[in-house]
């Protein structure tokens, strides 16, 4: 399905020298070249959910952007399903479709149903296959109640749920998700990532999602590829990460006065007053026995667990240098 | 015709409070030089934030000097050769130009919407709880941003015409003093009535409309879009019944000495006059308008 | 060809639907951009109360000038609002441009469709009443020519225009900042066009006659329909220039347009 090999892209920025305006930098020479993407290979086969994660800045939007054709690369070979995107950017958008969790693609001032209908003009999908999408699509996400409200007025969840819906009107081989569950709530979050499992098993539907919500990534794909500073830093199933780099989790305790902790399976990080914060891995000990250990010989106050998120396992993967790139 | 380009560098909005310098001075006179200071403190942050806004300005300036040379020649054209008409002369005209165009920022003659606009942000329910006048506030960050808009726009202008073309200065220390006095008038006058304008926000979500039928007023009657001998005897009379002549035509009038002795004192009178009602007026409002905010709960 | 036509249809009664929505506003809106543009023409039109003549053109002549290009230059704000420098320069910024290039669509055709501000009828409207002013007031003498010509010069001041605001809103791929600039050039043009070339003096008149050639637009057809002598001496064809000037500004700016699309492919933004 996609095929990418070598791929890179570089942006050459004038370097802004102190406190100039738009002519100053414009005149200065200095230049500074950015690695945006630098030398990527991957392949993605139809049919995947791909969870592509990274820091911000590391390098994701550049790489979605040569894969939706918006951005022509500065080298290496792009190819989905055999067609170069930028090249064909009308035959190649008419395949694909992305939702973007930041903005809609739907009219502001229209009603959800008129802007429906419009990009069905738009992306000319038979009137027949328009209808029945519609009405499958509907019932799925429940668009129902809010069909003829216009988008302004809908609530985030709402909103994403049509941009959905909009998204796979064309029938799409591929769809590009960038952080779909941005800012709901976990009903909203679980009835999205829902949605997408099923379209991806009915329809066959590929299926490469950017997000920061790790809960979206295990709920969804098998497979996950990280990328920071433009390389690709892991490309594999998500369990063997997880047991390789992700394992620490935390567990953060308010004693009711300050003392030394000392628990098996799990090491100090950090002490602030009556506060401790331990660290452990999933394979030595679990949660509930390390609350347990802790609290047979501690006084305790108040006690959270803290799952290691994307951005702390990529950072730490880059940091140690864990995959010796 | 004027661009609304301007009208983005005309208005910047100030959002974030201002760091207020502590004022713990008792007594009433210890207040009065705290509130003095606290005006000083916002009005010159406001300042700084213009003066950021170098490039933006330099692009003013030129815009501002183009259509100046426009508005000159159309001018010019109207004399036909002679000599003067109406009491303008070929100098008078350029320089009735080159000070209108200066004008422009300082007295926000595009529009000025940064009230209504905090209003609709629902941003004003945290500034009536500032610890200083609702107005003085504004009054303070206005007086920066006119301030710089003098600075950046007003004062290059008048000076390139200078240069380039034959302009009138006033000729005496009073003709200055006198100018100054105006100027400084013109611009409480203006801020007074561009605030009356955006509290119509308090009570209609519309009040955009409002405020562009307001704003266009100005420019006819001031004399900004042409001078007020220029225009019919009876809409002159009719301008003299409001204060917009007094924003633009009087200044102009001042500096370039058409005005003298009693004819100028009582000028500058009205001139007051008109501003210290507005003024009084727009207080008054707002206090309505508070009202009308605690008891709709915003 | 039809089918884009059918979708640019589409596009743009979506919008005029969506404005529709909030009447009232949109009436105060109508009514603001009128009076906003009648007080300028006012302010001219009263003093010829107290003057006989600008540049040696009574007041049935400068409205020809002024309602004619004023109309124009509203027609074109209306179609050509999406590539409206100040518009796209947003546009850009807020990754909406992306959001076109991602629809299986001509990108200009989506962006003619993107921002159809009908209230921008109301300079229409203000620019037809003054014109309507200036045919009663200035005595024209009709032919049959007159007629069929006057709808191409209206044609040749939009794609002027138009092309200035292609050039300017493919500027902003690049920067944002130098977009004032380009907006003397338009509104600055605007203005120029609305008072004969006699009141500019001669290097002004040179710089918007052979440089930006601007005096081919209004002016000179001007000349034409008003039975007027050119004073400056050009050749008898100068009047019928006009829709020749829009079409080559118009096209060289959808090269640049192009070449623009190549720029922003290759860097974004």
């Known amino acids: 399905m996609i095929e990418v090999e070598h791929l890179s892209k570089h942006f050459t920025l004038r370097a802004p020298t102190g406190g100039g305006g738009a002519l100053r930098s414009f005149l200065s020479r200095e230049r500074r070249v950015v690695r945006a993407v630098d030398d990527l290979s991957f392949r993605v086969g139809a049919g995947e959910i791909v969870g592509y994660l990274g820091p911000n800045g590391a390098g994701k939007s550049t790489t979605i952007k040569m894969l939706t054709g918006l951005l022509v690369p500065t080298s290496g070979d792009l190819r989905v399903d055999g067609v170069v995107p930028w090249r064909a950017r009308r035959t190649y958008v008419a395949r694909i479709g992305a939702v973007f969790g930041q903005r809609t693609t739907l009219w502001w001032d229209l009603p959800v149903i008129e802007s429906l209908e419009l990009l069905g003009h738009v992306y000319r999908v038979p009137p027949g296959r328009l209808r029945s999408n519609l009405r499958e699509f509907g019932e799925l996400l429940g668009l129902g109640e809010f069909l003829h409200t216009p988008v302004r007025a809908l609530s985030l969840g709402q909103r994403m749920r049509a941009d959905l819906c909009a998204a796979l009107l064309h029938d799409p081989h591929l769809l590009f998700l960038d952080e779909p569950t941005i800012g709901l709530d976990v009903v909203a979050k679980e009835r999205i990532r829902e949605f997408v499992r099923r379209v991806n098993r009915e329809r066959g539907t590929t299926v490469l999602l950017t997000t920061h919500d790790l809960a979206d990534v295990q709920k969804l794909c098998r497979r996950v590829m990280i990328i920071d500073h433009g390389r690709l830093l892991y490309d594999g199933d998500l369990g063997a990460l997880q047991d390789r780099f992700g394992g620490e989790r935390r567990l953060v305790v308010d004693l009711a006065e300050a003392a030394d902790v000392e628990v098996e399976g799990a090491r100090v990080v950090e002490r602030d007053g009556p506060r401790v914060t331990l660290a452990f891995r999933r394979e030595d000990v679990s949660a509930s026995d390390l609350i347990r250990r802790v609290t047979e010989r501690h006084a305790v106050r108040d006690l959270s667990v803290l799952e290691p998120d994307i951005e702390g396992t990529v950072r730490e993967i880059y940091e140690k240098n864990l995959l010796g790139a | 015709m004027v661009p609304p380009l301007t009208l983005e560098y005309a208005g910047r909005s100030m959002t974030s409070p201002p760091a207020l310098p502590s004022a713990s001075a008792p007594g009433a006179r210890g207040e009065l030089l705290a509130s003095a200071r606290l005006f000083v403190e916002v009005a010159r942050l406001a300042l700084r934030r213009q003066l950021a806004y170098r490039a933006a300005a330099f692009a003013g300036l030129v815009t501002n000097l183009f259509f100046g040379l426009l508005r000159s020649s159309v001018l010019l054209a109207l004399l036909a050769g002679q000599d003067s008409a109406y009491g303008l002369g070929a100098r008078d005209l350029v320089t009735y130009t080159a000070l209108t165009q200066g004008l422009i920022v300082y007295l926000s003659l595009f529009g000025w919407w940064d009230l209504m606009q905090n209003v609709y942000r629902g941003d004003v329910a945290t500034d009536l709880m500032r610890p200083m006048s609702f107005y003085g506030f504004w009054l303070a960050q206005d007086a920066g941003r006119a301030l710089a808009g003098l600075l950046m726009r007003g004062l290059p202008l008048v000076l390139a015409y200078a240069l380039f073309f034959p302009i009138v200065t006033p000729t005496s220390p009073t003709g200055w003093a006198a100018f100054l006095v105006s100027l400084l008038l013109a611009g409480l006058l203006s801020f007074a009535y561009r605030f009356l304008v955006n509290l119509a926000a308090f009570w209609s979500p519309d009040a955009r409309g409002i405020g562009r039928f307001a704003f266009t007023i100005v420019g006819l009657l001031s004399g900004f879009l042409m001078p007020l001998a220029f225009l019919p005897g009876w809409l002159r009379e009719a301008a003299g019944f409001t204060p917009f002549p007094h924003m633009v035509g009087t200044v102009v009038d001042v500096w370039l000495g058409k005005l003298q002795g009693a004819a100028l004192a009582r000028a500058l009178c009205e001139q007051a006059a008109w501003t210290v009602a507005l003024v009084l007026l727009g207080r008054w409002l707002l206090g309505r308008a508070r009202r009308r905010l605690e008891i709709g709960g915003g | ?269």
């Open chain 3, 1 to 269: 060809m039809l089918a884009h036509l059918g979708l640019y249809r589409r596009l743009v009664l979506a919008q005029v639907r969506s404005q529709l929505r909030y009447r009232a506003s949109f009436v105060m809106d109508v009514l603001a951009v009128m009076v906003t543009s009648g007080a300028e023409f006012a302010a001219v039109g009263l003093v010829f109360a107290s003057f006989d003549r600008v540049g040696g053109w009574r007041l049935g002549e400068v409205a020809f000038l002024y309602g004619l290009v004023e109309l124009s230059f509203g027609l074109m704000d209306l179609v050509f609002g999406g590539f409206d420098p100040d518009f796209m320069g947003a546009a850009v910024r807020r990754g909406e441009l992306d959001k076109l290039l991602l629809r299986p669509a001509p990108l200009a055709l989506q962006v003619f469709g993107s921002e159809f501000q009908l209230r921008r009828l109301g300079k229409v409207l203000v620019g037809t009443l003054i014109f309507a002013l200036a045919v009663s007031l200035a005595g024209i003498d009709w032919t049959p020519a007159k007629v069929l010509y006057l709808p191409l010069v209206v044609l040749g001041m939009i794609m002027f225009f138009g092309g200035l605001f292609v050039i300017g809103g493919t500027i902003t791929f690049w920067t944002v900042e130098s977009v004032q600039a380009m907006n003397v050039l338009t509104y600055g043009g605007l203005t120029l066009m609305s008072y004969p070339m006699t009141v500019y003096t001669a290097s002004l008149r040179r710089l918007f006659t052979y440089v930006v050639p601007a005096a081919f637009l209004n002016y000179y057809p001007a000349l034409y329909f008003l039975g007027r002598p050119d004073p400056f001496g050009l050749p008898g064809f100068a009047p019928f220039l006009a829709p020749l000037v829009g079409a080559f500004t118009l096209a060289a700016a959808f090269v640049f347009w192009r070449f623009g699309l190549r720029h922003y492919g290759s860097t974004g933004t």
